[in-house]
């Protein structure tokens, strides 16, 4: 069956039958973090060229990135936020390409920021029918399971009267992204129960359509391997906590990969196995923008020292070789070709009609 989305933004009941088809296609979707016009044009391209939809996302820090650091962090990050899920809803058709717009985690005391995009997005769907954003995250995994799964279900109850959804978080993930570091979190931690995960489900299923980001040991960033282990059997295990009381098999539960970087195919062909249908990925692409950015600098030192003169004359001009489009473009080629590898390693290419 081919499942070909109009260009856009994804929302609503098309959402869930999105996540549904992935499950049921044994594939998943690149969530890609950006922080401006330069890397969400990448993601898009990407997304053209294989012919899929992907997860367009900002963290906190990205959104306030993407509205510029010369603004208030906290206004900032709304005010952001609302300009990136402007920018790509107005320009996703012209790459023909159908997005799902997301915001990365949002700890308790990010909270606020939440509820400032949430605000902005109902009166996004007052004058339009739509809501700004696909998504939001709340991570409370830092708070008990019931302050985790109540504020969660209060959130759930104002986004789904907009056609949003939820991701939420159990058990934390490891390392350390966008100024928070779990790098010394107590092991345990890094691994999700079944039990919290069956809560999350009857505490959240009745009121509307949700993730988890499920902790089986991977973490944001890249390390040297060995300190943590990988265990997406957690996963596998989770689903079949849930359908066991509620028989609604094989797959439940839609569940999020966070800290893709760095992971093997193996390793995210087993996790979308076990129904796993959004793998975050930052690092790894944040590192193919840049390389080839360190390279040209690198290559063409010597036209880059002034404005006039290099090694081809004294008074040669230096003004294509200082332009920022000839650096950039570069940057945003290599994260391109790093997310068309992400949609291959998700099993995603050519299962969309693309
Ligand atoms: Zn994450």
Redesign the pocket.
């Known amino acids: 069956m081919a499942f070909k989305l109009e260009p856009g933004i994804v929302t609503g009941t098309a959402l869930t039958d999105l996540y549904d088809y992935c499950q049921e296609h044994t594939c998943a979707l690149p969530a890609v973090n950006v922080i401006g016009s330069h890397s969400a044009n990448a993601a898009m391209a990407a997304a053209k060229e294989v012919g899929a939809p992907i997860i367009i996302q900002v963290s906190n820090g990205g959104a306030h990135f993407f509205g510029g650091k010369f603004l208030d962090k906290t206004e900032g990050a709304v005010a952001g936020a609302v300009a990136a899920a402007h920018y790509v809803r107005s320009i996703a058709e012209a790459y023909g390409v159908a997005v799902v717009l997301h915001t990365?985690?949002a700890a308790k005391k990010l909270i606020p920021w939440v509820e400032g995009m949430v605000a902005a997005g109902e009166a996004h769907f007052e004058q339009t029918g739509k809501p700004l954003y696909s998504s939001h995250?709340l991570?409370l995994s830092e708070e008990t399971l019931e302050e985790n799964l109540q504020i969660s279900a209060d959130m759930l109850a104002r986004l789904t009267k907009i056609d949003m959804a939820l991701e939420i978080?159990l058990g934390v993930?490891g390392g350390e992204?966008d100024g928070v570091d779990n790098s010394d979190v107590d092991n345990a931690k890094l691994y999700t129960q079944p039990s919290e995960v069956l809560a999350a489900y009857e505490k959240l299923q009745p009121i509307g359509p949700f993730s988890v980001?499920a902790s089986f040991g991977n973490t944001?960033g890249v390390y040297k391997p060995g300190n943590v282990q990988l265990r997406p059997d957690i996963l596998e295990n989770s689903q079949k906590a849930v359908v066991a009381k509620h028989g609604n098999g094989p797959h439940p539960l839609h569940f999020?990969f966070?800290?893709g970087s760095g992971s093997t195919p193996e390793e995210i062909a087993e996790a979308v196995s076990y129904g796993v249908v959004k793998m975050?990925i930052?690092t790894d692409t944040q590192w193919a923008f840049c390389k080839p950015v360190k390279t040209y600098m690198d290559d063409k030192d010597a036209y880059l020292q002034s404005q006039l003169g290099n090694p081809e004359g004294p008074d040669k001009p230096n003004k294509k070789h200082i332009d920022p489009r000839a650096w950039l473009h570069l940057g945003e080629q290599g994260m391109r070709d790093r997310l068309v590898r992400a949609f291959e390693d998700l099993g995603a290419r050519g299962k969309f009609g693309g």
């Open positions: 990365d985690h995250m991570d978080e993930t992204e980001a944001h999020v966070h800290g975050n930052d």
